[in-house]
C-alpha cells in the first residue's frame, strides 16, 4: 500500500480475451476472401466463357459451382504434396 486505501495491484491478463479472439477471427474471414478472390480471378483467366454467362444470365450457380470446384482442385493438389 502506498497510501491509505491505495493498493498497486498489477492487473490479471487473461489468457483467452475479447480482443484475441476477434482478431483471430477477422484473420479467418480474412484469408477466406483471399481464397475466394484468388479463385474468382483464375476463374476469370482459365474460364472466362462460364464468368461471362454468369454475369449476363445474372446467374450465380455455375459460378459458384465452377468456384468451388476450382478451390476443391487446389486444394487436392496441395494436399497431395503433403
Known amino acids: 500500500m502506498i ?6 495491484d498489477a492487473p490479471h491478463a ?8 476477434s482478431f483471430s477471427l477477422v ?3 480474412g484469408v477466406l476472401a483471399l481464397v ?3 479463385a474468382t480471378v483464375w476463374l476469370v ?3 472466362p466463357v462460364t464468368v461471362a454467362e454468369s454475369v449476363d444470365t445474372g446467374e ?3 459460378l459458384v459451382r465452377s468456384l468451388a470446384a ?3 482442385e487446389a486444394l487436392r ?3 497431395k504434396y503433403l
Request: aromatic share 4%; no cysteine.
Open 3 to 8: 497510501g491509505p486505501g491505495i493498493a498497486m
Open 14 to 21: 487473461r489468457s483467452n480475451s475479447l480482443g484475441s479472439l
Open 27 to 29: 484473420g479467418v474471414v
Open 36 to 38: 475466394i478472390a484468388g
Open 45 to 47: 483467366l482459365t474460364d
Open 60 to 62: 450465380v450457380s455455375p
Open 70 to 72: 476450382t478451390i476443391f
Open 77 to 79: 493438389g496441395i494436399l
